[in-house]
């Protein structure tokens, strides 16, 4: 069955970096676009970031263009999120998925930008 674990998640400092991973199992990986999403307490789940199976870069949320990028290692079976500049308004449960007719979800990873 298809499995998504998010990890990388934390606690940082405004101005700070994390670098999410997403280890995907239970189907070709690179055969299939990636998303992550995040959702931020009191607040619907939203995009941040998309990724087609060839690794292009299909569209980034305006609020993170320019400090997260997507990417994917195909051999490893695993979709990243480098974050950059991490501000406070980033603050939120960050969730990979994928569509194969229905969605599928990970579990999610806090990420807490805080001083």
């Known amino acids: 069955q298809v499995q998504l674990v998010e990890s990388g998640g934390g606690l940082v400092q405004p101005g700070g970096s994390l670098r999410l991973s997403c280890a995907a199992s239970?189907?070709?990986?690179?055969?299939?676009?990636m998303s992550w999403y995040r959702q931020a307490p009191g607040k619907e789940r939203e995009v941040v970031a998309r990724l087609s199976s060839a690794g292009g870069n299909l569209n980034n949320a305006d609020s993170v263009k320019g400090r997260f990028t997507i990417s994917r290692d195909n051999a490893k079976n695993t979709l990243y999120l480098q974050m950059n500049s991490l501000q406070p308004a980033d603050t939120a449960v960050y969730y990979c998925c994928v569509y194969r007719g229905v969605w599928y979800w990970g579990q999610g990873t806090q990420v807490t930008v805080s001083s």
């Open positions: 239970g189907f070709s990986f690179s055969n299939y676009g």
